[in-house]
C-alpha cells in the first residue's frame, strides 16, 4: 500500500519557478520508477518525467532543459524542479510510483490525488 502526497503546486507568472514534491508512505511496497504526469484542460494525461532507482531520468520533448526530476530516499520523496514556465504548462500534476510488494511481487502503480499549477502570460 502507497500513499503519494504531492505539494508546491500554485499560481505563477510566465518565466517563473515552481517546485513540485511527492512524498510517498509505503507499506511492504518497493518502488522502482518514480514519474510526474500533467494533464491540461481537454487533453490527455501525459508523461512530464521518470526517474528510475538507478537514477535514469526521461523527460517530456516540451520540458526538456526547463524541468528537473530528483529523488530522495528515507522519506521517499521525489521532486520536479520547473523553471521558465510557460502558459502550456499548466495543467493537474500527478505523481506516480511503480513497484513491486514485498511478499507477492507484483507490479502496480499508485497515482496522487494531483497539483494544479497555473502559469499566467
Known amino acids: 500500500q502507497v500513499q503519494l502526497v504531492e505539494s508546491g503546486g500554485g499560481l505563477v507568472q510566465a518565466g517563473g519557478s515552481l517546485r513540485l514534491s511527492c512524498v510517498a508512505s509505503?507499506?511492504?511496497?518497493?518502488?522502482?520508477?518514480w514519474a510526474w504526469y500533467r494533464q491540461g484542460t481537454g487533453q490527455q494525461r501525459e508523461l512530464v518525467a521518470r526517474?528510475?532507482?538507478?537514477?535514469?531520468?526521461l523527460y517530456a520533448d516540451p520540458v526538456k532543459g526547463r524541468f528537473t526530476i530528483s529523488r530522495r530516499n528515507a522519506p521517499d520523496t521525489v521532486y520536479l524542479q520547473m523553471n521558465s514556465l510557460k502558459p502550456e504548462d499548466t495543467g493537474v500534476y500527478y505523481c506516480n510510483v511503480d513497484g513491486q510488494g514485498y511478499y507477492t511481487g507484483t507490479y502496480r502503480s499508485y497515482w496522487g490525488q494531483g497539483t494544479q499549477v497555473t502559469v499566467s502570460s
Open positions: 526517474i528510475s532507482s538507478r537514477g535514469s531520468t
Open positions: 509505503a507499506n511492504t511496497f518497493t518502488i522502482n520508477t
